[in-house]
């Protein structure tokens, strides 16, 4: 199947910095990713959908200005955590549909804990 | 907004069957059933989808009731690397929304 990678897979910063979360499709091209966070115990909540080219479109409820996303060739798309809070520290997730459409293929996951 | 319901978990003896529902009882007409897990601290699997019959792969088989309100994955020989968290989800459109799924753990 189609392989998603997402780097890193965990990263530990300072309150008040920005992390940047990458996500790539390794063998085939994605015009739309999706981004989500997981806190512990909990489900996957879906934060936006990123669409190369033009803007992203985020949940109701996601701050578009602390979570910018850039999806700026078809195989890449960004998230970035500005100004992160401890209250950030999550596991973000990203996705992007297989050639068909049909399959989301899921990365790995980015733990982020911010101290 | 999950337009899935299934039991928060459930536990099954290593080389049994699992049998996992789902109730998707508003389920629309263009809407498939997909099936993904997740073990701790990893992306989510896809594992199985369908739209009105019963599929089956190397993973996994997915029984549709005729009505589509309803659904069951089933393991066939249940491992203990197969204890992860399994999602049913009604994809509508574009993205994929998660419910809480169900938490199987797989005993010796």
């Known amino acids: 199947g189609a392989v998603v990678s997402q780097h890193p897979s965990w990263v530990i910063c300072k309150s008040g910095t920005s992390v940047k979360i990458e996500c790539r499709s390794l063998?085939?091209?994605?015009?739309?990713m999706f981004w989500y966070r997981q806190f512990p115990k909990q489900s996957l909540m879906l934060m936006a959908t990123s669409n190369e080219g033009s803007k992203a479109t985020y949940e109701q409820g996601v701050e578009k200005d602390k979570f910018l996303i850039n999806h700026a060739s078809l195989t890449l798309s960004t998230l970035t955590v500005t100004s992160a809070h401890p209250e950030d520290s999550s596991f973000y997730i990203c996705?992007?549909?297989?050639?068909?459409?049909?399959?989301?293929?899921f990365g790995s996951g980015t733990q982020l804990s911010v101290l | 907004d999950a337009k899935t319901t299934q039991p928060p978990s459930m536990d099954c003896a290593e080389g049994r069957a699992a049998n996992l529902p789902c109730n998707h009882s508003t389920i629309s007409g263009n809407e498939y059933v997909y099936w993904y897990r997740q073990i701790h601290s990893q992306g989510p699997q896809y594992i199985i989808h369908g739209l009105k019959n019963n599929e089956t792969n190397e993973m996994a088989s997915l029984i549709i009731t005729e009505d589509r309100k309803s659904s069951t994955l089933i393991l066939p020989h249940a491992t203990l690397r197969d204890t992860a968290v399994y999602y049913c989800i009604v994809r509508d459109s574009n993205d994929m929304r998660f419910g809480a799924g169900t938490r199987l753990t797989v005993k010796p």
């Open positions: 063998d085939f091209q994605a015009t739309t």
């Open positions: 996705s992007a549909p297989g050639v068909s459409g049909e399959k989301l293929f």
